[in-house]
């Protein structure tokens, strides 16, 4: 099984910042994509961020410029540094991560979830 923790979530002013991190633990030999997803309260789930074993990342339109992912030098983590922050950005925020190898040669084709952190941004 595969468990995703995230951590960093709070309240902040806007234009403040955040920065979230999510680590992965179980039977994992690698992970190709992690990501950050958000859902504020009566909307749809939405990308918010991804970023995949190369390096190579997308950005929503509405975050793009102030928000950064990264897969810091911990393995099976990956981190959300969110800048300049709008009170539109307030929902709670879920890391995920797909293609994941439990072994060199096992891929697992279930998008993992964790439970969602709360982040909150005040006018």
């Known amino acids: 099984q595969v468990q995703l923790e995230e951590s960093g979530g709070g309240l902040v002013q806007a234009g403040g910042s955040l920065r979230l991190s999510c680590a992965a633990s179980g039977t994992i030999f690698s992970i190709n994509r992690m990501g950050w997803y958000r859902q504020a309260p009566g909307k749809q789930r939405e990308l918010v961020a991804r970023i995949d074993s190369g390096g190579r990342s997308v950005y929503a339109n509405s975050v793009e410029g102030r928000f950064t992912i990264s897969r810091p030098g911990i393995r099976n983590t990956v981190s959300l540094q969110m800048n300049s922050l709008k009170p539109e950005d307030t929902a709670v925020y879920y890391c995920?991560?797909?293609?994941?190898?439990?072994?060199?040669?096992?891929?697992?084709?279930?998008?993992?979830w964790g439970k969602g952190t709360l982040v909150t941004v005040s006018s």
């Open positions: 995920s991560a797909d293609g994941v190898m439990s072994t060199a040669s096992i891929r697992s084709g279930t998008l993992y």
